[in-house]
């Protein structure tokens, strides 16, 4: 484009060759032209013209075909959406592939790593619950509270505690349980009541001068009995363990703590109530005598409870040393080393540890480096921490509902009444919600709480209505009671990025372990869960149906025909959306080659399905690039799909995109087969293969690598999300800028195609420059324009569109722009012609 040949009118429409009915290559194209001059010679001058009719008609139908072809290159998955609400397929790329590292190696349900793990024996270590650890009721063991002195880590803010207790002698203490806080309070009362003793004159309480106290009889009976015989002795410590999430159970307020606290300064004696944090210890913990216990921290629990199993172990026992006669100090500084190897801080999966997991993590540690246990024995039992933790937040969460209603029916009242049903089953729903929706934003997961938290109660008791109070949430509650962060990010809305609070689980082996432990354990929670998923199948947000998706085709993995049954076939037969979900699933389910094989089965089967929504589901499986054996098995299904013609025109569109995926998958050796297989469809002898290959080549030339919702593009086409495919692999992998610039040019020139594939050429030209001036994808547009524009009709209908978008006028193509891109297209001989010319 010179500059004698820019004009200020509007152009007229590009003399090039004329229209074809069927797509037909370039060198088909010039062989045709080398005809054409050979026998026209011989060619009779005259021919009758066709008659004013048939010319109509031909126009016509040339004109329903190109308006036809346009439905072939809309969203493929925004059907029952309408035009304005299409799914936003860069947003569900990210978001799949930040949800599948939740779920890659090392976390596959189908191993035994994290399942049924409530006990277990390697060497001479035992692993699970044992009975003699348990704290028992009445006075604390002597020798419990000498240990407690000699291996209590205290955490932060222990002083202000200790303080705090001296000066009121009555301490609501609030954590979440696991975290220390029973440890924590006995090692309070240990040292006031101990300080206590020795500032007075009298004689000490005979025992221990730790009791525990029955919490069912409540503050009230303790502050009537204090000071009373010898169940309640003065100059004593009282523990209380409350618990407010039973139904029924009131907490007690501001004036019975002070009616406690004035009958323990009355008998010189101290109490430490204990509380789970949530929003029934919130009025308690916001009080005169309420504070939150933190958690000690990880490490220097670690090392403390190292060094007592390494003492325990080494102390006169000769011949359990190892070989080097290596002391505690070598040992233990061996010992840290070993528990900070990548494999073995992945086993654990955990980001902070509780008393009793570095306890059994010590063990385990102790154990390995003493010869007792071998690698896969330890990493074994540090996978069993997380299913451990998985294990306790389920077990027996509504038990208490259960003896409710055995009493009432043991009493002759029929159905008993069972309050609190949804307040009860709210932690448990965060926690299911958190393992399916991590990295979300905290309101998505808290909205989906609530959701499963209404399918639990009515799962539980179908004959009442669930009833929660509308202002008794409390977020840091949750997060402490779930082992869960918030941390500040950004999730996507219409496209753009906004603030938000996301929310993980501190530790990459919890989520694995909810899922397994409440599918494999739980079956009776199934039901509620399944129809949650369902409804979140139908979210619009990718941060909540992608990592739903994902997680659902986790749970299948553990059950495949449970889930197959109840989420895959159900959700591939309704909406676009809810079949994208399906195939989201499919594809993750053949992540796992254990279920690979079923699952390329079933897709195969789908793909001659007479039902057309089971074929819509395997075109969107098949994209992925993880449901078909080879990548031509792929193209072979999506052919068949894409060119059967049952009057479901969106299919077709849905093949073409699909295909289109394949070509930016991290196997860059599949593009040339996929570009080849595209064109040879461009070239078949069958409409409905030529439409495929041509709606696949606007894809191709359309749709930004982002919106391609696969988990990993080639490195070097993720660095260039928002291009065009096209130009991305024209800039990435130049011996392919030829083959789709033959893909291209058969679009523009096809009669069909041709207008939808010059608005797709406008757009790739117009992203050149980004509006600041910075270059954006001017190197993938220098490496396809020459192959695009190498004959003189190409380069002639190139200069007929860059003046029309100069001559735009809702939104005019910058002069300096359009020129720059003509001399990218045309040749050197070309452009120093045309520049002598210009200067001649």
Request: glycine content about 8%; charged content about 30%; hydrophobic content about 40%.
């Amino acid at each position: 484009m010179s500059d004698d040949q820019q004009s200020d009118d509007a152009p007229e429409s590009p003399d090039s060759t004329p229209e074809r009915d069927q797509p037909e290559g370039r060198d088909k194209e010039k062989e045709k032209e080398k005809g054409k001059e050979k026998g026209g010679s011989e060619e009779k001058d005259g021919k009758e013209e066709k008659d004013d009719s048939e010319r109509d008609d031909k126009e016509n139908e040339r004109a329903l075909a190109a308006e036809r072809f346009k439905e072939y290159t809309r969203a493929p998955f925004a059907e029952e959406q309408g035009e304005d609400g299409p799914t936003d397929l860069a947003a569900a790329s990210r978001t799949r592939r930040a949800t599948r590292m939740l779920f890659e190696s090392g976390r596959d349900l189908t191993s035994v790593d994290r399942s049924f793990i409530s006990s277990a024996h390697f060497g001479d270590i035992f692993l699970g619950t044992d009975a003699r650890l348990r704290l028992r009721s009445g006075p604390v063991p002597a020798d419990e509270l000498r240990r407690l002195r000699r291996v209590h880590v205290v955490p932060d803010g222990y002083v202000r505690l200790r303080n705090a207790l001296r000066a009121r002698r009555l301490l609501v203490l609030g954590a979440a349980p696991g975290t220390g806080r029973t440890s924590t309070a006995l090692s309070l009362l240990d040292e006031v009541t101990a300080d206590a003793s020795e500032g007075t004159d009298g004689e000490p309480a005979a025992g221990s001068p730790v009791r525990r106290v029955d919490p069912d009889g409540g503050v009230r009976q303790l502050a009537g009995q204090l000071g009373t015989g010898d169940e309640f002795p003065r100059r004593t410590g009282y523990l209380l363990e409350l618990s407010l999430t039973r139904p029924g159970v009131l907490p007690p307020d501001e004036m019975d703590l002070d009616e406690l606290a004035t009958a323990l300064a009355r008998c010189e004696s101290f109490a430490v109530l204990v509380v789970t944090v949530g929003s029934a210890a919130g009025p308690l913990l916001a009080g005169r005598y309420g504070m939150i216990c933190p958690p000690a921290p990880t490490q220097e629990l670690l090392t403390t409870r190292l060094r007592e199993r390494l003492e325990e172990r080494l102390e006169g026992q000769v011949a359990a040393a190892p070989e080097d006669g290596a002391g505690v100090e070598q040992l233990l500084a061996r010992a840290k080393e070993l528990a900070q190897r990548e494999e073995v801080v992945e086993a654990v999966g955990l980001k902070d540890l509780r008393p009793a997991e570095a306890e059994l993590l010590a063990s385990l540690l102790a154990g390995r480096l003493l010869g007792d246990l071998s690698q896969q024995e330890l990493l074994a039992g540090c996978r069993s921490l997380a299913a451990d933790q998985a294990q306790e937040w389920f077990a027996g969460v509504d038990r208490t509902l259960a003896a409710r209603v055995r009493k009432g029916e043991r009493d002759g009242e029929g159905s008993a009444e069972r309050p609190g049903t949804a307040a009860l089953f709210h932690p448990v729903a965060f926690r299911i919600a958190l393992a399916v929706l991590g990295g979300a934003s905290h309101s998505a997961v808290s909205s989906a709480a609530h959701l499963l938290t209404w399918e639990l109660s009515v799962q539980c008791d179908p004959d009442q209505t669930p009833a929660r109070p509308l202002f008794c949430d409390d977020p840091e509650a949750d997060l402490a009671l779930s082992r869960a962060e918030s941390i500040t990010g950004e999730v996507e809305v219409a496209g753009a990025g906004v603030p938000a609070r996301l929310i993980w689980y501190r530790g990459g082996a919890l989520p694995s372990a909810v899922l397994a432990e409440l599918w494999e354990r739980h079956f009776p929670v199934r039901a509620p869960v399944v129809r949650w998923l369902r409804l979140l199948a139908d979210d619009q947000r990718p941060q909540v149906w992608v990592r739903a998706a994902v997680a659902a085709g986790e749970l299948c993995v553990r059950d495949f025909d449970h889930g197959f049954a109840e989420l895959v076939r159900p959700l591939a037969e309704g909406t676009a959306h809810r079949r994208l979900f399906a195939a989201t699933m499919m594809d993750q389910a053949a992540g796992h080659p254990s279920h690979r094989k079923t699952v390329r089965k079933l897709i195969e089967d789908w793909s001659r399905s007479p039902t057309w929504t089971l074929r819509s589901t395997a075109a969107a499986a098949l994209g992925y690039g993880n449901c078909a054996d080879t990548t031509g098995d792929a193209l072979d299904a999506l052919a068949r799909i894409g060119v059967r013609d049952d009057g479901e025109q969106s299919l077709r569109a849905a093949a073409a995109f699909n295909v289109v995926r394949l070509l930016a998958l991290p196997d860059s050796a599949q593009a040339p087969k996929v570009l080849r297989r595209m064109a040879d469809w461009t070239q078949h002898k069958r409409e409905a293969h030529q439409t495929l290959g041509l709606a696949a080549a606007i894809w191709l030339a359309e749709t930004r690598v982002d919106k391609l919702l696969i988990d990993e593009p080639e490195p070097s086409l993720g660095e260039r999300g928002d291009w065009p495919l096209a130009l991305a692999l024209a800039d990435t992998r130049p011996e392919l800028a030829l083959p789709i610039a033959d893909l291209l040019w058969t679009a523009l020139n096809t009669a069909r195609s041709k207008d939808v594939a010059m608005d797709a050429l406008e757009r790739m030209l117009r992203t050149a420059v980004r509006k600041d001036g910075t270059e954006w994808t001017r190197p993938g547009l220098a490496a396809l324009l020459p192959a695009l524009a190498a004959e003189e009709t190409d380069r002639r209908r190139l200069d007929w569109l860059l003046r029309r978008m100069m001559n735009d006028p809702d939104d005019p193509f910058p002069d300096v722009r359009a020129r720059s891109l003509w001399w990218l297209a045309v040749n050197q001989r070309t452009r120093s012609g045309q520049e002598e010319r210009s200067h001649g």
